[in-house]
Each structure stands twice: as structure tokens, then as C-alpha cells.
């Protein structure tokens, strides 16, 4: 049995984050479903996401998009990831430093737990 759609649009998407371009084929192989499921899902991607779609495939639109949202959508993985590892390292009543950014947007699920903690952001 495949992904959930959700997850599978989510992994396309991130797919053609990182490598700007995405074949329907591969992506077909990849999840075990057909090139029409796929080529539906890249043109559902396509209405929300700065995606295009071409022949064959889908590519990432090249602009100078740089807001908290579409840095978001960038390496979604690696992100919580480093957000789960870097809250593991505070402790009970700690004081932490928060920036901006996306990847420290993703410790805070991880932080929930921690009691005491005061968080300073910018």
C-alpha cells in the first residue's frame, strides 16, 4: 500500500524543491502508482506551489521567492530533523534563543514538553 496523497505531494514537492526538476516516470516508479496519478498530482501542486508543470514532468519556477514561506517548503525533512536534535539538547528551566528562521521554526513542536523553559525570540 502507498503513501497517504498528503505525504506523497508533500515528497514531490520537496523533490522538486531540492532538485528543480521532476520526471513523471520516475516519480511513478518511485511511489508505485501510475503517471496519470502523478501528473494529477503535479497539477494540483502546481495551483498552490511556484511549480510549473512541463512535458514530462515538473519544474520549479526560478525567482527571487525568499519569504518564510516558500523557505518553508525547502528541505522539509532536514529541517525536523535539525529541529528535533537541537530541542533534545534543552533541558527543564533552560533559556534559549530562538531566530527567525524556518529551521528553528521546526524546534518548537519539540519544546512543547519542556517545562520552565523561557524563550526569547526576535
Do not use: W
Amino acid at each position: 500500500m502507498g503513501l497517504p496523497i498528503r505525504q506523497r505531494r508533500e515528497r514531490i514537492l520537496n523533490s522538486i524543491y531540492e532538485k528543480g526538476h521532476v520526471a513523471v516516470d520516475s516519480l511513478a516508479e518511485m511511489f508505485s502508482v501510475s503517471s496519470a496519478t502523478i501528473r494529477r498530482d503535479l497539477g494540483f501542486l502546481a495551483s498552490g506551489h511556484p511549480i510549473e508543470v512541463v512535458y514530462g514532468g515538473a519544474e520549479l519556477i526560478r525567482s527571487a521567492d525568499f519569504s518564510f514561506r516558500s523557505k518553508a517548503m525547502r528541505n522539509v525533512e532536514a529541517k525536523k530533523v535539525i529541529g528535533r536534535l537541537a530541542a533534545g539538547t534543552v533541558t527543564d528551566g533552560d533559556t534559549i534563543f530562538l531566530d527567525s528562521g524556518t529551521t528553528c521554526f521546526e524546534m518548537a513542536p519539540f519544546l512543547k514538553r519542556r517545562r520552565g523553559l523561557s524563550v526569547i525570540v526576535n
